[in-house]
């Protein structure tokens, strides 16, 4: 595979490798990038730290889960926008843009997709890069999140929720971003 981008660890790069059966998928977690390590990816072994603030964001929803496994029962899917892992703290946009192609095929993978969680700005802008490709529009506005997040969006049939960033430290999310990414899942899964 090509790596044009100049802002990310190529040897980095992860598409989860797993056993999932495509057609119980229909909800589209979409995070940012995979971690500098790769113990600490959402589908590791040994409590990973990308799978605990996962699990924290659905505890706050109110749904308990204990391992990616039961993420997958629950018919969630859980993926990065961008394939390898950042260099520093932000990514250009012509590397969004880039692995928005990978992050489109990956999800056409599911055709059982009813709805997708956009977890922060780089998820977001890699959802309008395909939506930009495939039906010549970008789906989510710009604008704050907590804005523009109440407002619903689709594409095609699949309703999109533009959300915030749920990896990293759990208690440097504040507070209230916890609060509505818990909303947003909760929303995301009665949509199905």
Known sequence: MAFPCLDVNKDRYVVPSIEVEPEKINTLMISEAPPQDPKDYFYAQNNPSYFQTTAQAFSDAGISVSSMEDVLNLGIYVTTAIKCGKTGYSITSKTVENCSDV??????LFPNIKSILLMGDTAIKAMNYI?????????????????????????????VFPSYLQTGKSYLIEKSKRKMIAEDIKAALKYR
């Open 103 to 108: 992050l489109g095929r990956e999800m056409e």
């Open 131 to 159: 939506t930009r490709r495939n039906i010549g529009k970008r789906i989510i506005p710009s604008g704050s999140t907590y804005k523009i997040r109440k407002d619903k969006y689709f594409y095609n049939d699949i309703r």
